[in-house]
């Protein structure tokens, strides 16, 4: 029976192209940090993002060695993350080129937002928007740029807003 073996290569072959077609490649481990959600919806990032991501990385190391601790709440967002959190639907999180993060205290978060809004060029990456969501834990809103076109820094203040929800 001679057919058997082209025929059984040629399945096993199938199969993997399929298997490989199904498997998304595997977030780099440095930017599972970016993809948590308390959504419980999945939202792994995928490779077109990840540029953005790692820029949103560096703008973190930064910040944390200017101010300390850094919380972090929300980075990349999938469609149906975004969707479930009430963001807006051209949010940068869908690039992967926004983060939300709180410090250890609530007058250093925004003590760290003025402190940008006084010199932008602080953030490495450069800042498109920003937004201080103004509430008992205060907490931070930063988008970044795309390299050689950026629209910003826009600064905003959002005050009386739940500590859940974020329309940025
Ligand atoms: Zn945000």
């Known amino acids: ?4 073996g082209p025929a059984a290569l040629a399945i096993a072959g199938l199969l993997f192209l399929l298997g490989k077609r199904e498997r998304p490649p595997a977030v780099p481990p440095e930017l599972a940090q970016l993809a948590l959600t308390s959504t419980g919806l999945p939202n792994d990032p995928p490779p077109e993002t990840w540029p953005n991501l790692r820029r949103v990385l560096a703008a973190l190391e ?13 980075a990349y967002r999938s469609p149906a993350v975004n969707a479930a959190v009430g963001g807006v639907a051209d949010s940068l999180h869908l690039e992967g080129r926004a983060v939300d993060f709180r410090l250890a205290t609530p007058a250093l978060t925004r003590q760290c937002f003025e402190s940008w809004v006084s010199n932008p060029a602080q953030v490495a990456g450069a800042i498109q928007e920003t937004i201080l969501y103004d509430t008992a834990r205060p907490r ?15 600064f905003s203040v959002h005050e009386g807003i739940s500590d859940e929800q974020d329309n940025a």
């Open 1 to 4: 029976m001679t057919w058997i």
């Open 62 to 74: 930064g910040i944390r060695a200017r101010w300390g601790r850094v919380e972090l709440l929300s």
């Open 140 to 154: 931070i809103h930063l988008g970044l740029c795309l390299p050689g076109a950026c629209a910003g820094p826009r």
